[in-house]
């Protein structure tokens, strides 16, 4: 396969981004639209699913949102999710302009965070060919109670530095073992960040993330269930304790044509090579019969 560094812009910066193709295609083949969860970056364990993915015979456009990773943007490790809505789109609108790429076969490809840009995107745009959420979170306000139920010094330690924000922007770690706060400090994700990030990644356990965390609760992309109108593959970890895998079950539901998977791992795991095959196995499964991409 072939992999090549590009950018593309988004609003008034650039995403960073690599493009894998198929060695051999007889003619336009799919493009399936990666992006990373929560603070993550393209080198953080992506690369494995989009060369398999490529083996099925699309090509693959693996992008850092703005503000993190390779990507452009200042201030540097802004948690906004409009800004990565936009990033989404940008990437979409990319991907159609590329050479050998066929502009009515897009899949977007979310994990984690990154599964809402993907429905939000699909919703909005009609000729988007099918959606593959790995371990989605789709409701901020069933996150927010995980982490009141079990953490709620956490819960209070947020609040104060989204009031602490107001006077000055600051960054915060992403992720911690208890005591020590972070955004992201439940039972394992500390471990599972370790776990995932690359030694030559350009992650950074740091994050201004205050806007994100006052307003997580209203941001609740399984709503829009019942809106998506292209095939869907939710794969669900069942021990997964950092996203709410009820709601991932409900937009299966809610979703016309919606295919779940479930696996016996946590949110972490997927991205252990030991499960990475199984799982994309399903992905290239289901692409070949949605989406029409060869063997």
Known sequence: MERCDVSFPSSNTHCAAWVYRPEESAGPVPCIV??????????????SYAEALVRSGAAVLVYDHRYFGDSGGRPRQLVSLSAQHRDRQ?????????????PQRIILWG?????GSAITAAVNDEAVAGIILLCPLVDGLARAKMVLRKTPRTVAWSAGQVLASVVRARTVPVTAKL?????????????????????????????RAAAFSATLPLYRPVKYGREL?????????????????????????????????????NHWEPFDPQNVMHIVADQSAWLQRNVRTAS
């Open 34 to 47: 990666m992006s990373h969860g929560y603070s993550l970056t393209r080198h953080d364990g992506l690369s």
């Open 229 to 265: 109108r292209c095939p869907i593959l939710i794969q669900v970890a069942n021990r997964d304790t950092t996203t709410s895998t009820s709601a991932a079950r409900k937009l299966a539901q809610q979703a016309r044509g919606a295919e779940l998977k479930t696996y016996d791992l």
């Open 179 to 207: 005591p020590t706060m972070a955004t992201m400090n439940l039972p394992g994700e500390a471990d599972g960040f370790t776990a995932l990030v690359s030694p030559a990644s350009p992650w950074r356990n740091e994050a």
């Open 90 to 102: 940008a990437a979409i609108a990319f991907a159609r302009q590329l050479d050998g790429i066929d």
């Open 111 to 115: 994990y984690s965070l990154s599964s």
